[in-house]
T-cell receptor
Framework: NAGVTQTPKFRILKIGQSMTLQCAQD?????MYWYRQDPGMGLKLIYY???????DKGEVPNGYNVSRSTTEDFPLRLELAAPSQTSVYFC????????????FGPGTRLLVL | KQEVTQIPAALSVPEGENLVLNCSFT??????LQWFRQDPGKGLTSLLL?????REQTSGRLNASLDKSSGRSTLYIAASQPGDSATYLC?????????FGTGTSLTVIP
Protein backbone atom coordinates (compact mmCIF):
# COMPACT_ATOMS: atom_id res chain seq x y z
CA ASN A 1 0.00 0.00 0.00
CA ALA A 2 1.85 3.11 -1.25
CA GLY A 3 -0.76 5.52 0.16
CA VAL A 4 -0.75 8.93 -1.53
CA THR A 5 2.04 9.54 -4.03
CA GLN A 6 3.01 12.79 -5.72
CA THR A 7 5.32 13.57 -8.62
CA PRO A 8 7.55 15.42 -9.18
CA LYS A 9 9.18 16.16 -5.81
CA PHE A 10 10.68 19.43 -7.02
CA ARG A 11 10.32 21.55 -10.14
CA ILE A 12 11.51 24.92 -11.37
CA LEU A 13 9.25 26.67 -13.88
CA LYS A 14 9.72 29.83 -15.86
CA ILE A 15 6.98 32.46 -15.79
CA GLY A 16 4.30 31.60 -18.32
CA GLN A 17 5.11 27.89 -18.53
CA SER A 18 2.56 25.22 -17.72
CA MET A 19 2.83 21.93 -15.89
CA THR A 20 0.82 19.16 -14.28
CA LEU A 21 1.38 17.95 -10.75
CA GLN A 22 0.50 14.31 -10.41
CA CYS A 23 -1.28 12.73 -7.44
CA ALA A 24 -2.36 9.13 -7.03
CA GLN A 25 -3.77 7.07 -4.16
CA ASP A 26 -4.20 3.31 -3.92
CA UNK A 27 -6.63 3.23 -0.99
CA UNK A 28 -9.83 3.50 -3.07
CA UNK A 29 -10.66 6.79 -1.36
CA UNK A 30 -13.58 8.85 -2.56
CA UNK A 31 -12.31 12.27 -1.52
CA MET A 32 -9.15 13.88 -2.84
CA TYR A 33 -7.70 17.34 -2.16
CA TRP A 34 -5.06 19.73 -3.40
CA TYR A 35 -3.52 22.22 -0.97
CA ARG A 36 -0.76 24.76 -1.19
CA GLN A 37 1.44 25.75 1.74
CA ASP A 38 3.37 29.00 1.65
CA PRO A 39 6.26 29.58 4.10
CA GLY A 40 5.01 30.17 7.65
CA MET A 41 1.41 29.74 6.59
CA GLY A 42 -1.24 27.11 6.99
CA LEU A 43 -2.48 24.99 4.15
CA LYS A 44 -4.94 26.53 1.74
CA LEU A 45 -7.37 24.37 -0.24
CA ILE A 46 -7.11 24.77 -4.01
CA TYR A 47 -9.54 22.14 -5.35
CA TYR A 48 -11.18 19.01 -4.09
CA UNK A 49 -13.09 16.04 -5.48
CA UNK A 50 -15.75 13.85 -3.85
CA UNK A 51 -15.49 11.15 -6.49
CA UNK A 52 -14.57 10.41 -10.09
CA UNK A 53 -15.97 13.06 -12.42
CA UNK A 54 -16.80 15.50 -9.59
CA UNK A 55 -14.58 18.42 -8.66
CA ASP A 56 -15.13 21.70 -6.83
CA LYS A 57 -13.20 24.86 -6.02
CA GLY A 58 -11.60 25.48 -2.69
CA GLU A 59 -10.35 28.70 -1.17
CA VAL A 60 -7.63 29.60 -3.74
CA PRO A 61 -8.50 28.06 -7.17
CA ASN A 62 -7.37 30.87 -9.49
CA GLY A 63 -4.61 29.83 -11.87
CA TYR A 64 -5.25 26.10 -11.42
CA ASN A 65 -7.37 23.37 -12.96
CA VAL A 66 -8.11 19.79 -11.98
CA SER A 67 -9.74 16.69 -13.36
CA ARG A 68 -10.78 13.40 -11.80
CA SER A 69 -11.33 10.77 -14.47
CA THR A 70 -10.50 7.84 -12.16
CA THR A 71 -10.82 7.17 -8.44
CA GLU A 72 -7.04 6.83 -8.12
CA ASP A 73 -5.73 9.95 -9.87
CA PHE A 74 -6.23 13.67 -9.25
CA PRO A 75 -3.83 15.79 -11.32
CA LEU A 76 -3.43 19.54 -10.75
CA ARG A 77 -2.75 21.69 -13.80
CA LEU A 78 -0.96 25.04 -13.61
CA GLU A 79 -1.50 27.23 -16.63
CA LEU A 80 0.71 30.26 -17.26
CA ALA A 81 2.81 29.92 -14.10
CA ALA A 82 3.35 33.07 -12.03
CA PRO A 83 5.82 33.78 -9.17
CA SER A 84 2.84 33.85 -6.77
CA GLN A 85 2.42 30.12 -7.42
CA THR A 86 5.79 29.36 -5.84
CA SER A 87 4.78 27.09 -3.00
CA VAL A 88 4.70 23.54 -1.70
CA TYR A 89 1.74 21.58 -3.03
CA PHE A 90 0.20 18.74 -1.07
CA CYS A 91 -2.30 16.18 -2.24
CA UNK A 92 -4.48 14.35 0.28
CA UNK A 93 -7.24 11.78 0.29
CA UNK A 94 -9.82 10.30 2.65
CA UNK A 95 -12.32 7.50 2.45
CA UNK A 96 -15.11 9.76 3.68
CA UNK A 97 -17.56 7.26 5.15
CA UNK A 98 -16.14 4.76 7.60
CA UNK A 99 -12.87 6.69 7.95
CA UNK A 100 -12.74 10.50 7.97
CA UNK A 101 -8.94 10.66 8.40
CA UNK A 102 -7.08 12.66 5.77
CA UNK A 103 -3.88 11.08 4.41
CA PHE A 104 -1.25 13.29 2.81
CA GLY A 105 1.34 12.82 0.11
CA PRO A 106 4.96 13.98 0.56
CA GLY A 107 4.46 17.20 -1.40
CA THR A 108 5.78 18.88 -4.55
CA ARG A 109 8.01 21.92 -4.15
CA LEU A 110 7.48 24.36 -7.02
CA LEU A 111 9.61 27.39 -7.78
CA VAL A 112 8.46 29.84 -10.45
CA LEU A 113 11.15 32.22 -11.70
CA LYS B 1 -15.42 31.32 6.21
CA GLN B 2 -13.74 29.24 8.87
CA GLU B 3 -10.79 30.95 10.58
CA VAL B 4 -8.40 28.79 12.58
CA THR B 5 -5.94 30.15 15.14
CA GLN B 6 -3.24 28.19 16.92
CA ILE B 7 -1.54 29.44 20.05
CA PRO B 8 1.33 29.57 20.79
CA ALA B 9 3.02 29.92 17.40
CA ALA B 10 6.20 28.45 18.85
CA LEU B 11 7.05 26.57 22.02
CA SER B 12 10.31 25.33 23.48
CA VAL B 13 10.26 22.95 26.45
CA PRO B 14 12.72 20.68 28.26
CA GLU B 15 12.37 16.96 27.76
CA GLY B 16 9.84 15.29 30.04
CA GLU B 17 7.47 18.21 30.33
CA ASN B 18 3.75 17.91 29.72
CA LEU B 19 2.41 20.52 27.33
CA VAL B 20 -0.80 21.82 25.78
CA LEU B 21 -1.28 23.16 22.28
CA ASN B 22 -4.35 25.26 21.57
CA CYS B 23 -6.56 25.54 18.50
CA SER B 24 -9.57 27.82 18.10
CA PHE B 25 -11.99 28.08 15.19
CA THR B 26 -14.75 30.54 14.34
CA UNK B 27 -17.42 28.26 12.83
CA UNK B 28 -18.61 25.69 15.34
CA UNK B 29 -20.61 23.75 12.73
CA UNK B 30 -17.92 21.13 12.24
CA UNK B 31 -18.12 17.39 11.64
CA UNK B 32 -14.75 16.58 13.13
CA LEU B 33 -11.30 18.00 13.78
CA GLN B 34 -7.97 16.46 12.91
CA TRP B 35 -4.56 17.08 14.47
CA PHE B 36 -1.47 16.62 12.32
CA ARG B 37 2.25 16.63 12.76
CA GLN B 38 4.58 18.08 10.12
CA ASP B 39 8.33 17.57 10.16
CA PRO B 40 10.51 20.09 8.26
CA GLY B 41 10.33 19.56 4.50
CA LYS B 42 7.86 16.70 4.89
CA GLY B 43 4.17 16.03 4.44
CA LEU B 44 1.55 15.88 7.17
CA THR B 45 1.05 12.89 9.39
CA SER B 46 -2.32 12.37 11.05
CA LEU B 47 -2.17 12.14 14.85
CA LEU B 48 -5.76 12.13 16.00
CA LEU B 49 -9.21 12.68 14.56
CA UNK B 50 -11.94 13.68 16.98
CA UNK B 51 -15.58 13.58 15.92
CA UNK B 52 -17.92 16.45 16.74
CA UNK B 53 -19.88 14.16 19.08
CA UNK B 54 -16.73 13.28 21.06
CA ARG B 55 -15.12 15.24 23.88
CA GLU B 56 -11.76 13.49 23.87
CA GLN B 57 -9.60 11.16 21.82
CA THR B 58 -6.41 9.49 22.99
CA SER B 59 -3.47 7.86 21.25
CA GLY B 60 -0.48 6.91 23.37
CA ARG B 61 0.96 10.05 24.98
CA LEU B 62 -1.40 12.29 22.99
CA ASN B 63 -4.83 13.43 24.08
CA ALA B 64 -7.05 15.72 22.04
CA SER B 65 -10.11 17.43 23.46
CA LEU B 66 -12.88 19.23 21.62
CA ASP B 67 -15.34 21.86 22.82
CA LYS B 68 -17.34 22.38 19.67
CA SER B 69 -19.72 24.99 21.07
CA SER B 70 -16.88 27.29 22.12
CA GLY B 71 -14.81 26.56 19.01
CA ARG B 72 -11.79 25.13 20.81
CA SER B 73 -9.60 22.09 20.73
CA THR B 74 -6.47 21.25 22.67
CA LEU B 75 -3.73 18.73 22.08
CA TYR B 76 -2.07 17.48 25.23
CA ILE B 77 1.34 15.83 24.94
CA ALA B 78 2.53 13.94 28.00
CA ALA B 79 6.18 13.39 28.93
CA SER B 80 7.55 15.17 25.87
CA GLN B 81 10.54 13.72 24.00
CA PRO B 82 13.03 15.27 21.53
CA GLY B 83 11.38 13.19 18.80
CA ASP B 84 8.18 15.17 19.37
CA SER B 85 9.88 18.26 17.89
CA ALA B 86 7.80 19.25 14.86
CA THR B 87 5.02 21.61 13.80
CA TYR B 88 1.54 20.64 14.96
CA LEU B 89 -1.46 21.65 12.88
CA CYS B 90 -5.16 21.45 13.62
CA UNK B 91 -7.83 21.25 10.92
CA UNK B 92 -11.57 21.44 11.59
CA UNK B 93 -13.78 19.84 8.93
CA UNK B 94 -16.98 21.64 7.93
CA UNK B 95 -18.12 18.95 5.49
CA UNK B 96 -16.09 18.56 2.34
CA UNK B 97 -13.41 21.03 3.36
CA UNK B 98 -10.75 21.11 6.05
CA UNK B 99 -9.36 24.45 7.22
CA PHE B 100 -5.86 24.63 8.64
CA GLY B 101 -4.25 26.81 11.25
CA THR B 102 -0.67 28.06 10.84
CA GLY B 103 0.53 25.58 13.42
CA THR B 104 2.57 25.48 16.62
CA SER B 105 6.27 24.83 16.17
CA LEU B 106 7.42 22.64 19.07
CA THR B 107 11.02 22.12 20.13
CA VAL B 108 11.77 19.63 22.90
CA ILE B 109 15.22 20.18 24.37
CA PRO B 110 17.12 17.08 25.55
Amino acid sequence: NAGVTQTPKFRILKIGQSMTLQCAQDMNHNYMYWYRQDPGMGLKLIYYSVGAGITDKGEVPNGYNVSRSTTEDFPLRLELAAPSQTSVYFCASREGLADETQYFGPGTRLLVL
Amino acid sequence: KQEVTQIPAALSVPEGENLVLNCSFTDSAIYNLQWFRQDPGKGLTSLLLIQSSQREQTSGRLNASLDKSSGRSTLYIAASQPGDSATYLCAPNTGNQFYFGTGTSLTVIP
